[in-house]
């Protein structure tokens, strides 16, 4: 090989060597950019400022961000994990809700979440459209809101109040954003209120609805005896009782036959004339349970394991029946005796109350005398302050909404309605609100086991059959409204959608 084709090759070689470095240092670019580019992205995503502009739903033109369907899907979610749907403990992505279509339970809550935003966004939207205005009351209730968010991090041990709407509304929420959803959700509420109140159902739909659905509105009276057969699996002193599975088995069977003459024999003398209250004395030793002239609704009554019976048409005062019912480790038998089925003509009440807890907390025990004392002298001092005041309804609801520890009643201003005799309120509010002597503007302090009520009479009202009917027709009303607005407006999920969860 000659010098100047050595000399060509070695210039090749150099060439190609080049050529390989400027590749290598490529790549290596390319790498580190992509390294840049995920740790921006990483960081972006950390900070929560892509989900919180990223659009979750569009409904009909209306862009909807993760936040702003979080909101919602939060409350589908807590809803129902408050009444045991699923399993809160496990992802909901991960558990069925539909075996038939496999949709898992988020699916089915990323719907509900959706249709209720859709539900609000058309609401809003029309009432805007319309020029409609938020009531007095609404308005209150949403400053009472957002007066109480800028407030209430404070109780709650929050570094902020952004670090508490984070906390309660998701990692993406912010102020803004969540200030918008409460006025598009009482705007909504207010405005569907306000058409609902302008349809005047008379007594011709409510006795319509009565009719079509007595057996859950009618009032059941009925008395009850209960044995119950089981076997012992500790001794008096509290020592377990070792038995084999026969000797259970044959231990139980004794007990059945035990119970089920008592049962027939208290059955036997209701026959011939006794009273349940007399034979709940009688057999106090021996009896599992009794209750004498019990009032249940008919939609109360229909759970029960003689339900059919209870509520059957041909049913008369004084029928008399042995229903047994058998559990995981027990034999029951139940001795009823029908006395009447009514149409509950009981005038309902309204009143206003401001809670004062004696425990200032939810009581998970019975309060101190000085706990009772500390509460009862604050809420004198509420009453006189509304006394040397206006002292009108509206005071006092205003009084009620800043100072009341009933959550429950406190955006209504206290206000608790349909209260009869049947209610599951405390005894001492239930009787005081249902005193006939009663009269509007009465206000008095009352103590229950939860501390001390300043109570305000409000009304005397309709029936209770009356106002389940009108409650019920108001809820008709209301799916034909939201039925209405939603005509011709669709959803569709974003990229967004996926953070939701």
Known sequence: MSA??????RNEQRRQEEQKDRRSVAVYSVIAAAVVIAAVVLMILNSGLLQRSLTAVTINGFNYTVPELQYYYSTQYNNLASSYAFDSSTSVKK??????????????????????????????????????????????????????????????????????????????????????????????????????????HPDSDCEAYYRENADN???????????????????????????????????????KAEQKALAQEVEAKLRAGAEPEDLAEEYADQLYSSVASRRASGSNVVNSIYADWLLDSSRRSGDITITEQET???????????????????????????????????????????????????????????????????????????????TGSRLSGGLISGINSSSNYVEPFRDWAIDPSRRPGDTELVKSEYGWHVMYYVSTDDPAWKLT???????????QLETDVVQGWSASQGIGAGFVG
Do not use: C
């Open 95 to 200: 558990q069925t809700y539909d075996q038939e279509t496999g949709q898992s339970w988020h699916d089915h809550i990323m719907e509900l979440a959706i249709e209720d935003l859709t539900t609000d966004t058309t609401l809003a939207a029309r009432a805007e459209s319309e020029g409609y205005t938020l009531s007095q009351e609404a308005q209150d209730s949403l400053d009472s809101n957002l007066e109480q968010l800028n407030t209430m991090w404070v109780g709650y041990g929050a570094t902020s109040r952004d670090a508490f709407i984070r906390a309660q509304f998701g990692a993406y929420m912010t102020y803004d954003k969540l200030v918008s959803l409460f006025h598009r959700e009482v705007l909504a509420s207010d405005y569907a209120s306000a058409q609902l109140d302008a349809i005047d």
């Open 469 to 479: 009917a009108l409650s019920a027709l108001r809820s008709q009303d209301r799916e």
């Open 217 to 255: 509105m009618d009032t059941i009276v009925y008395s009850q005896l209960a044995f119950r057969a089981y076997v012992p699996t500790q001794d008096e002193e509290g020592n377990p009782i070792e038995m084999t599975d026969e000797e259970k088995t044959a231990a139980l069977e004794e007990s």
């Open 328 to 406: 995981v480790d027990s034999y029951f038998y139940y001795v009823a005796r029908f006395e009447e089925r009514l149409r509950d003509e009981e005038n309902t009440n309204s009143v206003r109350h401001i809670l004062i807890r004696a425990t200032g907390d939810v009581a998970t025990s019975t309060p101190t005398q000085t706990q009772y004392d500390v509460a009862e002298e604050k809420a004198q001092e509420l009453l006189d302050q509304w006394r040397a005041g206006e002292a009108t309804e509206d005071s006092f609801a205003q009084l009620a909404t800043d100072n009341t520890e009933d």
């Open 4 to 9: 100047s084709e050595k000399k060509a090759q």
